[in-house]
């Protein structure tokens, strides 16, 4: 074995291989000597652990893989991917893809100093979160406005600001558990406030929130059931009731709208979305809702309504543990400053024009692109597939979106072997599995990524990996 590490070839003698001489004009020098040193490191490691007689792979063969090692530690698991799965909120993918100007925003105020804290004119210390506040103001008719990391955040502060030791009242139907094990009643319980559960899993009425009211409560809460339905024999009691209840018994209404849309979405036939100035109107103190669902902007959490208790809730010291800094400050503005313009909203914010893009044109492009699929070497067949999707995203979870997808069967090997490849390639494309064919979703694909599909399919082996076990 002592042989054996003595046969380990030295860090120069690998450098001068090509596989890693070309590595160090690609990357740098530093990374690469650090590279071959932890990789042999390792080697010695598995070496001294090995049988006496394992064996030293030549040294072109080592250079090589340890090549493939530093170039697969170099590749950050975050990067751009094609969303072919139709799920226009993926939570795994990101969310909300951003618009233009808010990209152009962070690259502008990320890349030097900004007037963060600091009033241009007078020179003074300002408040970081006075100019979003006022488009807020502006955008949906609320008295104030703060914003901070995420919605379950916003709920967090929102709690701990305004119910801290004292009783939430919330409707059994509605302790919600969204992805990422975020569970309202644990973050209820960990911000202070003593959750009161009311109702059934089903039906909860006014009567059973006026019965739960007493000297301990702080408020009454209602949780949008953003990725879930109950359907058939069920009751919600109606949000003006609550508020009213609310407001007669001098307690606060607190609205967790979960997505958080501004406008009526009816057009896209998202019609069950609550919208944020309905909550408002109704008289809801506090409504919360995410920042990168169906506002198309960048993570965050936004709390709007009541100058007092939003007060409250801003001059908390969970605020700043919990405030955005200036980049998404910088993304958000710039993406509620579209908002502005219904119209321009849509042709500009990346997920209100997916939503609106007409079926006709997924369709055109559809049957434009499946004979180019077809034509790649890896594709057995691939044709138009009319289909339906959803939002996603803990949004309208009943909604069912009409959509085109390409449906593809492999040349050889399995559909599973063929939606790993394209998820492991340079843009990793993410697909759906039905009945032994790929989908691929044009709802949520971009058309300036059209092209990088087929690429994606062209740069596939047409034939499977040695070791597949699939049948060929
Ligand atoms: C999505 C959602 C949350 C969590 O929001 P994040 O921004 O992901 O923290 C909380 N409540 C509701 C109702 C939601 O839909």
């Not at 006496?52 to 040294?59: K, L, Q, T």
């Not at 967790?256 to 036939?269: E, M, N, P, T, V």
């Not at 408002?280 to 920042?291: E, H, K, N, T």
């Not at 039905?434 to 092209?451: E, N």
Request: with cysteine; aromatic share 4%; proline share 6%.
């Amino acid at each position: 074995m002592a042989n054996v590490l003595q046969n380990i070839p030295s860090v120069n003698e690998l450098l001068e291989r090509p596989p890693l001489r070309n590595l160090v004009e690609r990357v740098s020098r530093t990374t690469v000597v650090g590279g071959v040193r932890h990789f042999l490191d390792n080697l010695r490691h598995d070496l001294q652990q090995a049988a006496a007689d394992a064996e030293m792979p030549s040294p072109g063969e080592l250079a090589e893989r340890i090549a493939q090692w530093i170039t697969a530690d170099q590749t950050p698991n975050l990067r751009p991917v094609i969303n072919a799965t139709g799920v226009l909120l993926h939570t795994g993918l990101g969310r909300a893809p951003l618009a233009e100007a808010a990209v152009q925003a962070l690259q502008d105020i990320g890349r030097g100093y900004a007037s963060l804290e600091v009033d241009v004119a007078t020179g003074q210390r300002s408040q970081r979160q006075a100019d979003v506040a006022h488009i807020l103001r502006r955008l949906t008719g609320a008295e104030s406005a703060v914003v901070v990391n995420n919605n379950a955040g916003a709920t967090l502060l929102a709690l701990a600001a305004l119910a801290d030791d004292r009783e939430v009242i919330v409707s059994r139907g509605e302790l919600v558990e969204i992805g990422g094990s975020f569970r309202l009643p644990d973050v209820m319980e960990f911000s202070g406030a003593r959750l009161r559960e009311v109702g059934t899993t089903n039906k909860t009425r006014l009567d059973d929130f006026a019965a739960a009211i007493g000297p301990q409560t702080a408020a009454l809460m209602r949780v949008h059931a953003s990725n879930f339905a109950i359907v058939g024999f069920t009751e919600r009691a109606p949000l003006e009731g609550l508020v009213d209840l609310a407001h007669r018994n001098k307690l606060l209404f607190i609205d967790d709208i979960g997505s958080g849309a501004l406008h009526d979405f009816g057009a896209y036939r998202l019609g069950d979305e609550p919208v944020i100035g309905a909550s408002l109107r109704a008289g809801a103190d506090v409504v919360l809702f995410s920042g990168d669902k169906l506002l198309g902007g960048p993570q965050c959490g936004i709390l709007l309504g009541r100058e007092e208790p939003i007060r409250r809730i801003a001059s908390h010291p969970l605020m700043r543990a919990l405030r955005v800094d200036k980049l998404t400050l910088a993304a958000l503005i710039a993406t509620l400053r579209l908002h502005q313009d219904r119209e321009r909203a849509e042709q500009s914010i990346p997920l209100l024009s997916l939503l609106s893009t007409p079926l006709a044109n997924l369709q055109n492009r559809a049957e434009r692109l499946a004979p180019q699929l077809a034509a790649t070497a890896a594709v057995g067949q691939a044709e138009p597939f009319a289909a339906t999707t959803f939002v996603g995203g803990g949004s309208v979870p009943t909604q069912e979106l009409a959509t085109w997808c390409l449906a593809v069967t492999p040349a050889h090997g399995s559909v599973d072997a063929m939606a790993k490849a394209l998820r492991t390639g340079p843009i990793p494309v993410f697909g759906r599995i039905q009945k032994d064919r790929l989908l691929l979703d044009l709802k949520t694909v971009f058309p300036r990524q059209d092209m990088e599909l087929i690429d994606a399919f062209q740069r596939l082996e047409p034939t499977p990996n040695q070791g597949d076990t699939e049948e060929a």
